[in-house]
Structure formats: C-alpha cells, structure tokens
C-alpha cells in the first residue's frame, strides 16, 4: 500500500526487528500524513473562525468512545474485553491517542468539509490513519475502470508523487451536513467566504490602528516651496514622530515654523465598526452551530441561560456530528455478525452534561431509588469503588405492582 504500508510497519516492528526488515519513513511524509501544518493560516488568524474550530474540535475529542452491544436481553453493555475497545478508546494509531486523532479529523471536516482515516487490519490490529483531506480526491467509478463493482473510490496524492487508490470499505469518510453531489461536504470556509473575508479585514485594519499607535491620517499645511525630495524627507520626520520610532518617550510631535497638521479622524463608532465586527461573528458562529456565549459573546446571557445553551448546543450542533460518526465507525469497523448482534461504536455524551456534586448526588440517589442504577453504578459514575452488594436493583418497599395492591392488607 506504498507509504501507508511502509508506515505501519514501522510503527508494529518491535524493537528486536532488524533494521533492514523495515523500510525507512522520513519525517516528510510523517508530516503529511498526519495532516500537520496543511492548514492555511489566513483563515486560522480570523479569531472567530478559530474559536469555532477549536470548540467543535475539543467538543468531540472529549467525549470518550466507546464499543456497546444493545440487546433485549441484557439491555446496554459496555464491550471492554473486545480487542476493538482499546482501537477506540484509547490509541487509534501507535502514534495519536484518541483525544487528538478525533480532534483532528474533526477540525478537517469542518476546515475542508471533508475528514478521511484510512483503515488498516482489523480487531486488535486495528489503525486508523489520518489522511491530509486536500491530498484526497473523491471518485465514483460508474465505467468500471477501477474495478468490477461501481463505489467510491478514494485517491490519495502522496508526497513521493504516486497516487493510491483505496477503495470506501478502507476509508472512514466524514462530511458537513451540506453537499452538492452526496458524496462530498462544503467547507464552512466555502459557504461564509464573504463574511469571512470581511471579518479577517476589519481584523487587518484593527492591526494597522495598533501599529500605527491609533493615529489616524492626517494632512499637513506649509508655507514655502519645497521640491519633491525635501517634501517626502519632511513628512518621513513626522510620520516618524507620530508613530513613536523616533523618541517614543514623548508625547509631542515638533512642527516647523509655518506648518500646521490636520488629522483627519475616522471614528469607529461612526461607521458601527464594532457592531458590523460583532454581526459578523456571530454570523460566523451560527454557521459552525456554535452559541454565543461560546465566542465570549455574554451579551444577552446569564449563568443559567450558558447551562441551557450547552444543553442546546449538544442537542442542536454535536447530536448530528456524533451520529454521522458512530454510523461511519460501526458499519465500516464491524463485522455483519456484530451488527446483528447490536454491536455499535458510540460516544458517551454524558460527560458534557455532569451538574455539581450536589445535584449529580441527587440525580443518582433518585435514580437508585427508582430502581433504574444500581448502586455499583452510580458509585462508578461519580468516581467511587464499587461496595459489596451494590450490583443488584433496590426500590422502596411502598411501590409495588397495580394488580398486587392491597395484599399486604389480606384484601384483593
């Protein structure tokens, strides 16, 4: 499989391997194929944009992955002995944990609209690789030029120059929710390009300001006749002046006998230049699905209304994220077999809901109470060892079925 292969094998050789049974990796195509420092950083200077990109990014790479197995049974179960689990969990690849493999593929699908991992071996061997989505092209081979069987094809362009074809059943391929064709996503940046660029020269023009010291332009009147040369010489020396490279400690500007100088302000709130700035982001945040109070907008927000918006935040934005990935991950790393069984990947949104201590206490008390926890398992939610005979149903000897009430009386 060219560079894929060779990096595999490099990475599974143990240290006893022979040196010569492995074939080298330079640290070019490492990086390449990491996808490290393949975004541009234009974009990436707009603060808005930035922060949209680091909350969904840290919004999914903190939410455990986990495998489960759902049946009528034994109801949900956690998969820990499956050799896929630890893949998953905790080490897609002997070089990224899990934290930062998700959290890259979540920036390129956002950034490009499109995030692809290839998929090598399977149960324990398992490894997932990060592929730079602007290296990927995307074919459907409708003329069976690729192969028998009209899919998806994926073309990855590698740094040597050759190109390798991987089929779909060997790539997990994640998309924004718009598309053209129904194969491939629109990257945000695509669909807010005006927006986007207005925001990243209003950021340009507030540099400037700074650099400039705030001083605005300004025009200078004097009497004499100065030819071309001493004129620029004369208002280098001003400029100079004015932007504090000359002398900066103080705070006046000398002017010629027979000079007079004019600014020429242009005041911010004149033109709403913050309020446009703050419409512009906040077009900028809606688009990724981010909330206000997540850009540091607490404008029309309170301490309870940031607990309902991250509550809205995970119903209205992650929810669909996380279920195109769980679909993706189950239908491409499980065998049909596992499916029937109800096997299937998921991620544990529970952890972007946890109130204080109190109220968790409370949450679980009822809960135990209810006979919906058993004690082991609200012990093992809020960090507890588990107790001698805690894995068992309680409830409160009050409740009792419809049809039985009264017996305890001797009526019917």
């Known amino acids: 499989?060219?560079?894929?292969?060779?990096?595999?094998?490099?990475?599974?050789a143990g240290p006893s391997a022979p040196a010569g049974d492995v074939e080298q990796v330079t640290l070019s195509q490492l990086i390449d194929l990491l996808d490290m420092g393949g975004v541009p950083r234009n974009k990436l200077s707009e603060v808005t944009y930035f922060t949209c990109l680091r909350v969904l990014s840290?919004?999914?790479?903190?939410?455990?992955?986990?495998?489960i197995r759902s049946t009528p049974e034994r109801g949900v179960e956690e998969l820990r002995q499956?050799?896929?689990?630890?893949?998953?969990?905790?080490?897609?690849?002997?070089?990224?944990?899990?934290?930062?493999?998700?959290?890259?593929?979540?920036?390129?699908?956002?950034?490009?609209?499109?995030?692809?991992?290839?998929?090598?071996?399977?149960?324990?061997?398992?490894?997932?690789?990060?592929?730079?989505?602007?290296?990927?092209?995307?074919?459907?081979?409708?003329r069976h030029i690729l192969g028998k069987d009209s899919r998806v094809w994926y073309i990855w362009s590698a740094p040597d120059g050759k190109r390798y074809k991987l089929c779909q059943d060997e790539v997990l391929h994640f998309r924004t929710w718009l598309?053209?064709?129904?194969?491939?996503?629109?990257?945000?940046?695509?669909?807010?390009?005006?927006?986007?660029?207005?925001?990243?020269?209003?950021?340009q023009m507030l540099n400037s300001l700074y650099k400039n010291g705030f001083t605005a332009k300004a025009a200078v009147q004097y009497t004499g006749d100065l030819n071309s040369e001493a004129e620029q010489n004369f208002l280098r020396g001003l400029e100079a002046y004015a932007t504090?490279?000359?002398?900066a400690t103080k705070s006046f500007i000398p002017v010629p006998l027979g000079s007079r100088i004019e600014p020429l302000n242009i005041k911010l709130t004149d033109s709403q230049?913050?309020?446009?700035?703050?419409?512009?982001?906040?077009?900028?945040?809606?688009?990724?699905?981010?909330?206000?109070?997540?850009i540091n907008d607490y404008e029309k927000s309170s301490f309870a209304s940031?607990?309902?918006?991250?509550?809205?935040?995970?119903?209205?934005?992650?929810?669909w994220i996380l279920k195109g990935y769980e679909e993706e991950l189950s239908?491409?790393?499980l065998e049909p077999r596992q499916l029937r069984e109800g096997t299937a990947a998921q991620f544990n949104t529970a952890v972007l809901l946890r109130a204080d201590t109190r109220t968790q206490i409370e949450s679980m008390t009822e809960a135990v109470a209810n006979s919906i926890y058993m004690p082991n398992e609200a012990r093992a939610y809020l960090g507890m060892a588990a107790a001698p005979g805690g894995d068992r149903l309680i409830a409160n000897g009050n409740v009792i079925p419809l049809e039985d009430v009264g017996i305890q009386y001797g009526k019917e």
Do not use: C
């Open 1 to 12: 499989m060219g560079l894929f292969q060779r990096l595999v094998n490099k990475t599974s």
């Open 58 to 67: 840290e919004g999914i790479s903190k939410l455990p992955l986990k495998l």
């Open 82 to 142: 499956d050799p896929l689990y630890q893949v998953l969990r905790y080490r897609p690849n002997p070089l990224q944990s899990a934290t930062y493999f998700w959290a890259d593929m979540e920036m390129s699908r956002n950034h490009y609209g499109n995030a692809y991992a290839a998929i090598f071996g399977s149960g324990a061997d398992t490894q997932l690789w990060h592929m730079r989505s602007d290296r990927v092209s995307v074919w459907f081979d409708d």
């Open 179 to 203: 598309s053209l064709d129904g194969i491939t996503g629109l990257s945000v940046q695509d669909i807010l390009r005006g927006a986007l660029d207005g925001t990243m020269q209003s950021q």
């Open 244 to 247: 504090g490279q000359m002398d």
């Open 273 to 294: 230049f913050i309020e446009i700035r703050r419409h512009s982001a906040l077009q900028i945040a809606a688009a990724f699905g981010v909330k206000p109070n997540q």
């Open 306 to 319: 940031s607990e309902a918006q991250q509550l809205a935040f995970l119903t209205d934005t992650l929810l």
């Open 331 to 333: 239908w491409k790393l």
